[in-house]
C-alpha cells in the first residue's frame, strides 16, 4: 500500500524517531472508502460500510511502519458534518473511531501508540474560532476518546489561541496525565515575512513559547508544505534550546497546494505530487544532528 509510506509522519525523541500515520482522509480516497467534502474522512465513519476501510487504514499505516496511530475525529466538528449532526450523532461517531483503531491496534504485532485527535474547528480559519463554541466541542470529542488514547494530538491550529482552548479542554476534562502534543499550521514565507508564521501571522517563537507555558510534550508542525516546515523546525529548536525546556519537535507535511480560494471544506483541494523518494529529500535537512524532526 504505497500511501502510507508518503504521508508518514515523524517526531524525534533523544533515543529515536517515531514513525506517526499519515493523512486518513486521502488514504481513504485511495482505497475507495465512502468520502466526499465536507463529510471528509467523517463519511467513512457515517457510513457503516465505511467502517472497515478506517480500521485496514490504521493497519496499513502500522504495516508502513507507524508508531502511533490517531484516532479518525479530525471531521468530526460542525464545520465538516453539520451542527446537528453533530449534536446527535458526534460522541458515537467517535466511538466508532476508537472502535476501528483499537481493533487495528490490538492486530498489530508491535506496541502502538493512539493518539486521541482534537482538531481545529474550522481547518486554515483561525480568524473564525470561538473559544466557547468549540470548548464544548472538544468536551464531546474528549469524553469520547479518553478511556482509550495514550496522548493528545491537538493539530491543524492556526493560532496560539487555539492551541491555548484545546489544551484547556484537555485539563478541565481530567486529562493532565497523558502526553499533550500540539501541531501548528503554517503560512507560506513571503518577501514580507521571510520567516515562516503560524496563520494568525504569530511568530514561530511565540507558538513555541506559548507551548511550552502549556508544558506539552511536543511541538509539530502539519498540513503546510515541506518547504515551509523545513524553515519552522529550526525556530522552534532554538526556542525550546533557548528555555531550556523538555520539550520535542515533529512535523508532518501535506501535498495540498498552499493558495486556495473560499471555504476548504467545499471541494477537494488540489495536490502536489510527491514520490516517496521526494519527500524523504525533504527530511534530510531537518533531521540533522541539530534538527532532527520531520514528517
Given at each position: ?6 504521508c ?28 466526499c467534502q ?5 463519511k467513512?465513519l457515517?457510513e457503516?460500510?465505511?467502517h ?17 496511530l490517531?484516532?479518525n ?8 458534518i ?27 504485532p ?13 481547518s ?37 489561541t ?6 484547556e479542554a484537555?485539563?478541565m476534562?481530567?486529562e493532565?496525565?497523558?502526553?499533550v ?10 518577501r514580507e ?11 514561530i517563537?511565540?507558538a513555541?513559547e ?22 519552522a523546525v529550526?525556530?522552534?529548536k532554538a526556542?525550546?534550546?533557548g ?7 515533529g ?7 498552499e493558495?486556495m ?19 524523504a ?8 544532528p ?6
Open positions: 500500500f504505497f500511501f502510507a509510506p508518503l508518514s509522519h515523524m517526531v524525534a525523541t533523544a533515543r529515536a524517531l517515531t514513525i506517526l500515520d499519515g493523512g486518513m482522509g486521502r488514504c481513504l480516497r485511495a482505497m475507495g472508502a465512502p468520502f465536507p463529510e471528509w474522512s467523517a467513512a457515517i457503516p460500510e465505511g472497515r476501510f478506517v480500521e485496514q487504514a490504521h493497519t496499513d499505516f502500522i504495516a508502513a511502519g507507524a508508531e502511533v490517531t484516532v475525529s479530525y471531521a468530526l466538528v460542525p464545520t465538516h453539520g451542527l446537528d449532526h453533530f449534536h446527535a450523532r458526534a460522541r458515537d461517531l467517535a466511538g466508532v473511531a476508537m472502535r476501528c483503531v483499537t481493533a487495528a491496534v490490538a492486530a498489530a508491535t506496541r502502538i501508540c493512539i493518539a486521541g485527535g482534537l482538531p481545529p474547528q474550522m486554515y480559519r483561525p480568524d473564525l474560532f470561538e473559544k466557547e463554541k468549540m470548548m464544548a466541542i472538544y468536551a464531546t470529542l474528549i469524553e469520547a476518546q479518553k478511556a482509550g488514547v495514550d496522548l493528545w494530538l491537538c493539530e491543524t491550529l492556526g493560532s496560539v487555539e492551541a491555548e482552548a484545546a489544551a484537555l485539563w476534562a481530567g493532565r496525565v497523558k502526553p502534543w500540539v501541531s501548528f499550521k503554517l503560512e507560506n514565507a513571503s515575512a521571510p520567516e515562516p508564521t503560524l496563520q494568525s501571522g504569530e511568530s517563537t511565540a513555541v506559548a507551548a511550552v507555558r502549556l508544558g506539552v510534550a511536543a511541538v509539530l508542525f502539519n498540513c503546510s508544505t515541506p518547504e515551509v516546515i523545513a524553515q529550526p525556530l522552534a526556542t525550546i534550546m528555555a531550556a525546556a523538555d520539550v520535542e519537535v512535523a508532518y507535511a501535506n501535498a495540498f497546494v493558495k480560494e473560499g471555504d476548504c471544506n467545499a471541494t477537494l483541494m488540489a495536490e502536489r505530487e510527491f514520490t516517496p523518494e521526494e519527500y529529500g525533504f527530511a534530510k535537512y531537518p533531521l540533522s541539530s534538527h532532527r524532526c520531520w514528517g
